[in-house]
């Protein structure tokens, strides 16, 4: 098997076999059901800013990959020009992407804002160490997990656990 091909392959396991596994917005809807007479850029934005929880079990640290889409309105937009809805469907589209079975580095390549060397890794986090909708967010996955989109000051998310 090709290097990054199981990783991949079990990537798109997850996302098929787990429930709420990116593939549910945080109330468990469905983003269609969810909708209503909102557009997908609103209810994106609703969903991106619900609160998580993270598990009780948890450990202190966790490993974590993520995509980060900014926006104009940011304090530190750092030269992103899109508005907020832009970005969190830019976001979103990069998750539709990773649970199409598109691979995490290419993905990240295309989407994130972020430097994407190391794939979008920020190591090993404990939940202090990061924004709270971030570590609630983080700490809600289990391994090789994808997160919905999360909104913090630093923009909008795509999270992976990896360890």
Request: aromatic share 4%.
């Amino acid at each position: 098997m090709l290097p990054g091909m199981r990783r991949m392959l079990s990537l798109i396991a997850l996302a098929i076999l787990l429930p709420g596994c990116g593939g549910s917005t945080p109330s468990g809807k469905s983003a269609d059901e969810a909708s209503g007479p909102r557009t997908k850029g609103q209810q994106c934005l609703d969903d991106a800013d619900a609160p998580r929880e993270p598990k009780a079990d948890a450990p202190i640290s966790i490993s974590v990959s993520h995509i980060l889409v900014r926006h104009a309105g940011l304090r530190r937009p750092e030269g992103a020009t899109r508005t907020a809805e832009e970005a969190c469907l830019r976001a979103l589209e990069a998750l539709e992407s990773l649970k199409a079975g598109a691979a995490w580095e290419d993905v990240v390549e295309e989407f994130s804002d972020a430097p994407a060397t190391g794939g979008g890794s920020l190591g090993r986090i404990r939940h202090d160490d990061v924004d709270p909708k971030f570590g609630d967010a983080a700490f809600a996955l289990d391994v090789d997990e994808l997160s919905y989109v999360v909104e913090t000051p630093r923009g909008f998310h795509v999270i992976l656990r990896t360890d």
